[in-house]
């Protein structure tokens, strides 16, 4: 493996300083489930890796009744599903932790990892996005708050400054007759990547109406994306089979897939309708 | 050459106290330096689990993980599994049942299997599955490895 120095900052404020100074120099370690082969195969040579893992204010899941449900980006994945009651209303987010890797992986990884990772088919972004995740970015020069959609440039690239850092998730409260959930496809059941995943987050009025809808894509274009076309179509019909079909036929609008080894960019435009269709039929059945 | 770092750690039961470069790898410690060679090295990237060892009571592929992000924390290699000393039920199962054939995947397999059953004593074969599904096995076709597990919950029971 290549040569680097590694620094393990205990304190929020030296995070900041450091990575302020060494701007492209240095390269942020959470779980290192993916950055540390990345390292290995040169596909990332950085020459200092920050460990963020010690850094308190990166290790925090708390209810904020002003804000919403507050998670450390550097918290493992393992404490999301071991605190699986602050996350009772967000089911989605469980069930796309659940498909990421093995438990070996689960142990060790985190949200800020994936998100920062910036793989188009990561798993916890599409139901991140689409249960409007703002993200707490902080740097030396101040912090700044931004919806998850707006934070990818392309695949493996964020729009962050140098020194900027993902500090914490701020997932709003579910509230009424509301549902989201994940699902993706994959030709393994487990230990594979997402060919299409789709995440979805519904508010329902009791008479049926759709109020507001989130439709979170994965992997059919060079980043994670919403289908703001379908959630355009749903919303202000009845949350109804035949509705969710139709808005499932446009879906295509917003997705520009690729062709590669996991499938062709017609195959995954097919299978987008088809799992975002049992994504919305779940969220239906789950609605109370 | 980076400079090297001092490090200290817990390995089934045992103290350590070693200078490391950042870039070597948890595996590679372990390994090579340590000399635990129970700890197998497969894919290399976080795939196989044939590196799997508990860290702080949970299982890490320690392929992925640098030697210096284990500082201060609790190890445990199938040497140190049940004290190293006799066998555990798991371990016998699996001899038993014959969960293995080569054997390079079963010490990651069972570390597994030991995780699995602290958090959820009594898996449905689809939870032991899904559990298991980090560590692949190239030789037994996993049905013996799953029965195995399901005999040494029985036994428990």
């Known amino acids: ?288 | 050459m980076t400079t090297k770092k001092n490090l200290t750690f817990n390995i089934n039961g045992k103290n350590i106290k070693i200078e490391v470069e950042p870039r070597r790898t948890l595996l590679e410690v372990i390994r090579d330096d340590l000399q635990l060679t129970g700890t197998k090295e497969g894919c290399s990237n976080g795939n196989c689990g044939a590196c799997t060892v508990i860290v702080d009571d949970l299982t890490v592929n320690t392929c992925c993980i640098l030697a210096l992000e284990v500082q201060g924390a609790k190890i445990t290699t199938i040497e140190g599994f049940n004290d190293g000393t006799k066998l555990h039920p798991i371990q016998s199962s699996f001899i038993e049942n014959g969960g293995l054939q080569c054997g390079i995947c079963t010490p990651g397999l069972i570390l597994s299997t030991h995780q699995l059953l602290q958090s959820n004593p009594n898996p449905s074969e689809h939870e032991i599955r899904y559990a298991l599904a980090g560590n692949l096995c190239r030789c037994t076709g996993y049905d013996k490895i799953i029965l195995s597990v399901q005999k040494v919950i029985e036994n428990l029971n």
């Open chain 1, 1 to 288: 493996m290549i040569d680097f120095e590694y620094i393990k900052p205990t304190k929020l404020s030296d995070a900041k300083k450091l990575l302020g100074e060494l701007k492209s120099n240095a390269k942020i370690l959470a779980g290192g489930t993916d950055l540390v082969d990345q390292i290995r195969t040169k596909k990332s040579q950085p020459k200092v890796l920050i460990d963020l893992k010690s850094i308190p204010e990166l290790q925090i899941i708390k209810n904020d009744n002003s804000q919403g449900l507050r998670i450390g980006s550097a918290l493992p994945l393992i404490k999301l599903q071991q605190n699986e009651s602050k996350l009772r209303t967000y089911p989605g987010l469980l069930e796309s932790i659940g498909l990421i890797g093995s438990v070996q992986t689960q142990n060790r990884a985190t949200l800020g990892g994936n998100i920062g990772n910036a793989s188009p088919s990561a798993d916890t972004v599409p139901i991140l996005i689409a249960l409007s995740t703002i993200v707490l970015i902080n740097s030396e020069s101040g912090s700044r708050k931004m919806l998850l959609e707006e934070i990818f440039n392309g695949p493996g690239s964020l729009v962050l400054e140098e020194g900027e850092f993902i500090q914490e998730l701020i997932i709003p409260f579910q509230s009424g007759r509301s549902a989201n959930h994940y699902m993706r496809f994959t030709p393994r059941a487990e230990m594979d990547i997402a060919v299409v995943g789709v995440g979805a987050s519904v508010l329902v009025s009791d008479d049926g109406i759709v109020q507001s809808v989130k439709i979170g894509l994965g992997a059919v274009a060079p980043i994670p994306t919403r289908s703001l076309n379908a959630e355009d179509f749903l919303k202000g019909k009845l949350f109804t089979l035949e509705n969710i079909e139709q808005a499932c036929e446009i879906l295509y609008l917003d997705a520009d897939p690729i062709s590669d080894i996991r499938g062709s960019k017609e195959y995954r435009l097919e299978l987008l309708k088809v799992i975002c269709k049992r994504v919305l039929v779940k969220c239906a059945e789950s609605l109370v």
